[in-house]
């Protein structure tokens, strides 16, 4: 199982980033999938989730109207689309196959002036 996440980087207030996740080693379209984001010395808090059959999203109430999860299974992808960022959604952005105790390198988001 593979997981590599990308398109993080360094963003001002209010800008946006497109996350990536591409999944390899398992079968994708059978997995609900999420993005999780930690930041240092805090737990791993989960921000976004979506089920394989039916593509029904869930959200942390803190990026709930800001951030939109997708997947495309064709490409073994999942997708964060982050509007409206601000400094507090600083952090490192995990994807994760539910069900799989794997885990990719992360990316990094910063949200700074």
């Known amino acids: 199982v593979r997981l590599v996440e990308s398109g993080g980087g360094l963003v001002q207030p209010g800008g946006s980033l497109r996350l990536s996740c591409a999944a390899s080693g398992f079968t994708f379209r059978r997995f609900d999938l999420s993005w999780y984001r930690q930041t240092p010395g805090k737990e791993r808090e989960l921000v976004a989730g979506i089920t394989s059959a039916d593509g029904i999203t869930n959200y942390a109430d803190s990026v709930k109207g800001r951030f939109t999860i997708s997947r495309d299974n064709a490409k073994n992808t999942v997708y964060l689309q982050m509007n409206s960022l601000t400094p507090e959604d600083t952090a490192v952005y995990y994807c994760?196959?539910?069900?799989?105790?794997?885990w990719g390198q992360g990316t990094q988001v910063t949200v700074s002036s």
């Open positions: 994760k196959a539910q069900g799989l105790v794997y």
